[in-house]
């Protein structure tokens, strides 16, 4: 079994906070890591709403169901039950002990107002994305947020191959695509992936009739998304009013499809483009989407650039997610043009700056992004980093360097 990054979080979770949830993509590998071994002592009561006896339980008498349960449980796939939620609410109200409650669900229950405020200050929530790369590598411990954000680290060396690349991005992490060696049979996988996402998971957080519009939104989505969201462009060239826009993106977001990326911005800089970055959760997903394999990666410089960015993004969300410090990703954009692809903000303020190359040579001219950046900020702007596929780290003045992509996967 690969060994999950998060393992360590959760557990400490559990030891403190009476109801854990670990949310994410579906098929992310959320059910094998909660029944994995997560709690201390004897294994918890395992309970999946996949089960139709166990759902329709829950639904009819969803008090009774709660007050069933032993000292600590499992619940897989709970978004499918919300009814439980205030029942849980309640048996956590006269039982604060930490660790009474892992749920787990591939629909984020935040969007939902009455569960959100059934268990704020009660719940932790925890995001499971696809395997990473440092997951895949078997480095499940590597912490690139703290490499971005902290002094001057040792990094890897040695060069990317365009071939290796191309295999990644369109491999992608999630779990069963990984196992998986022929193009044909991920392009099915993923096929029946997306049925499932809009035909189960979408219609059951909402009552959505015109199904067929969002694979041509997500796709749309993903040819835009080395920049900010034009929603007025975007409906327009989809013919789709932008109040069903709006909804249908947020509920791509809730079931993990698309990550919103806002924008960075702060008082000393008002001058700055406030709209959000939509972001396909997994590189995979990306390409499957867009119809490219490795050959026309190769083929395509272009093509290559932009799942090269959607692959570093995600790799990012992940590094996120497992950060030990609260750490925030977004992006950055001036009214004028200039563009950073993606910016980490640690919880103290100070800031890392990644751009994303798909060469293996960079410029000075690369790093005339960063130093407006760097002026303004001072001693907050920790670096700016330009990745790309060659072999060495590479200074380029105060605090600008560029670093190899393989930082990414641990190194070779």
Request: glycine fraction near 8%.
């Amino acid at each position: 079994m690969i060994e999950r990054s998060l393992r360590t979080k959760i557990r400490a979770a559990l030891g403190d906070t009476p109801v854990v949830m670990l949310v994410g993509p579906r098929q992310a590998g959320k059910s094998t890591l909660a029944s994995s071994a997560l709690f201390e002592g004897p294994p918890p009561t395992f309970i999946s709403f996949d089960d139709p006896a166990e759902l329709a339980a829950a639904q009819a008498d969803p008090g009774g169901f709660v007050a069933s349960l032993g000292d600590r449980v499992v619940l897989d796939e709970a978004q499918r039950a919300p009814e439980i939620f205030l029942p849980i609410k309640a048996s956590v109200d006269r039982d604060r002990r930490p660790g009474r409650f892992l749920l787990t669900g591939s629909a984020n229950p935040l969007f939902v107002p009455v569960v959100a405020d059934a268990l704020v200050g009660r719940m932790e929530v925890i995001t499971l994305w696809p395997f990473s790369g440092v997951e895949l590598a078997g480095r499940p411990g590597a912490a690139i947020c703290d490499t971005l954000l902290g002094e001057r680290p040792q990094l890897p060396e040695g060069a990317t191959s365009r071939e290796e690349l191309a295999a990644r991005l369109v491999q992608g992490g999630f779990p069963e695509v990984v196992k998986r060696h022929d193009d044909e049979r991920r392009k099915a996988w993923f096929d029946s992936y997306l049925t499932t996402i809009l035909e189960r998971d979408v219609r059951a957080v909402a009552d959505i009739s015109r199904l067929e519009q969002l694979p041509v939104l997500l796709t749309a989505v993903a040819l835009r998304s080395r920049g900010p969201l034009n929603k007025s462009g975007l409906s327009q060239d989809l013919a789709v009013p932008v109040s069903s826009l709006d909804r249908y993106l947020a509920l791509l977001e809730r079931v993990f499809v698309v990550q919103r990326l806002r924008a960075w911005h702060n008082r000393l800089q008002p001058r700055l483009v406030k709209s959000p970055k939509m972001l396909i959760a997994d590189s995979g997903l990306f390409c499957h989407l867009l119809r490219l394999d490795a050959s026309r990666l190769l083929a395509e410089p272009t093509t290559l650039g932009l799942a090269l960015e959607s692959y570093v993004g995600s790799e990012l969300l992940k590094a996120v997610a497992v950060a030990r410090e609260t750490t925030k990703l977004m992006h950055y954009r001036t009214a004028k043009g200039t563009e950073i692809d993606f910016m980490l903000e640690g919880g103290d303020g100070r800031v890392a700056a990644i751009e994303v190359k798909a060469s293996r040579s960079v410029g000075a001219g690369d790093f005339r992004r960063f130093e407006r950046l760097r002026e303004t900020l001072g001693s907050r702007f920790v670096r700016g980093v330009v990745l790309y596929t060659g072999e060495r780290s590479l200074s380029f003045g105060d605090r600008l360097e560029a670093w190899p992509l393989s930082l990414l996967w641990g190194g070779s």
